[in-house]
């Protein structure tokens, strides 16, 4: 996993400091220093984008920062019953059953509560893997324990990375 990590909160600290330089070069009137600030925001922005970035391949995403993660089962489960509740209400009304048709709706809206209940899942599980890596990782790295430090590294980015998948499909749900 990449110990040179993209983070929000280094990103809001950089954007900061980035703001606060602009200001300082405004006051004083160096240009070079208004300049530099508004690089740092700009470079903060990019670095807080990056972050936020997950790919993904059916059920995997990977983070930028190397983590990897698979979807709660119930996500794909979910999906698929959207699927085939949708194929029983079109199919119902081409046919003309009622009966067919309300089966698709009944099947099409548990879908979505499965869906939604192992996104659910797999956002509590990323913050929790993510808060639970992040101290691991600071005390093994206060003791000098290297390898435990590395070993919660990876479970912090493996969670970053069920965290922003489980994000990434909620935002394109809502949209």
Known sequence: MSSDNSSSL?????????AVQSAIGSLTGSTADKAQGEQTRTNA???HDASHTVGKLGPIAVSPSGGVSQDDPARA?????QTVGSGKEMLGNLVGSQDLKNQ??????????QEAQ???SDLGNGMGDRVQGALGAGLAG?????????????MHD??????RSAQRDIEKEAQ
Do not use: V
């Open 10 to 18: 280094k990103a809001y600290l950089e954007s900061a400091t980035g």
């Open 45 to 47: 922005a990019a670095s």
């Open 77 to 81: 489960e979910g999906s698929w019953n």
């Open 104 to 113: 698709g709706i009944q099947q099409n809206a548990a879908g979505k509560g």
């Open 118 to 120: 192992g996104q659910l």
């Open 142 to 154: 206060l003791t000098g324990d290297k390898e435990g430090q590395a070993k919660f590294q990876d």
């Open 158 to 163: 493996d969670g970053k990375a069920k965290l």
